[in-house]
Antibody, heavy 119, light 113 residues
Framework: QVQLVESGGGVVQPGRSLRLSCVTSGFIFSNFGFHWVRQAPGKGLEWVAV????????YYLDSVRGRFTISRDNSRNTLHLQMNSLRPEDTGLYYCASAIVTDDAFDIWGQGTMVTVSS | DIVMTQTPLSLPVTPGEPASISCRSS????????????LDWYLQKPGQSPQLLIHTLSYRASGVPDRFSGSGSGTHFTLKISRVEAEDVGVYYCLHRLEYPYTFGQGTRLEIK
């Protein structure tokens, strides 16, 4: 069964750090690129970052570049998002997503992990 | 960055009636190298993660009923539901995948009258 399970969310003060994880199962992790997508409370979806299957290339939303780092551990079938210098506007539900069947559309999503940045 | 604009933002529909959502992009989503148009549609049902409905302009994702269809070209796109059912309630988003950063439309909330 193909599955993505996020964890690592929580409540953190502005300026602090948090590391999200996305553990996968049911498919060959190293064959696929992965994305992080977030959703502020009551708001729409916002693409955050992507990493290619081999980890060689990464791309970021302008507002998180330099603060967030996407990475992967192919030996543990796990995706990460290291979030530093967090801001209140980073608050939201963070989803990992990938394209397992389609070319690059998000055909599989996790359930999300909630990040709250507040003093 | 490419800006995606959806209309309407709210869509009340009677069950059995058709529905249509428009999405416009600030630039053409046609990739002239491969001929594909990188526009997807997603549905986020209440309390759930988003799910893929349509990818690459008009290809239905696995398991998606054929009452859903995607069309358009260049910068104008449409998601059509031929006969709305109660289970179609939720927020619909368009997404472009032409280049990074990918961007979503604001979302269209479909509700049953």
């Amino acid at each position: 069964q193909v599955q993505l399970v996020e964890s690592g969310g929580g409540v953190v003060q502005p300026g602090r750090s948090l590391r999200l994880s996305c553990v996968t199962s049911g498919f060959i992790f190293s064959n696929f690129g992965f994305h992080w997508v977030r959703q502020a409370p009551g708001k729409g979806l916002e693409w955050v970052a992507v990493i290619t299957s081999d980890g060689a290339d990464t791309y970021y939303l302008d507002s998180v570049r330099g603060r967030f780092t996407i990475s992967r551990d192919n030996s543990r079938n796990t995706l990460h998002l290291q979030m530093n210098s967090l801001r209140p506007e980073d608050t939201g539900l963070y989803y990992c997503a990938s394209a397992i069947v389609t070319d690059d559309a998000f055909d599989i999503w996790g359930q999300g992990t909630m990040v709250t940045v507040s003093s | 960055d490419i800006v995606m604009t959806q209309t309407p933002l709210s869509l009340p529909v009677t069950p059995g009636e058709p529905a249509s959502i428009s999405c416009r992009s600030s630039e053409s989503l046609l990739d002239r190298d491969d001929g594909n148009t990188y526009l997807d549609w997603y549905l986020q049902k209440p309390g759930q993660s988003p799910q893929l409905l349509i990818h690459t302009l008009s290809y239905r994702a696995s398991g998606v009923p054929d009452r859903f269809s995607g069309s358009g070209s260049g910068t104008h796109f449409t998601l059509k539901i031929s006969r709305v059912e109660a289970e179609d309630v939720g927020v619909y988003y368009c997404l472009h995948r032409l280049e990074y950063p990918y961007t979503f439309g604001q979302g269209t909330r479909l509700e049953i009258k």
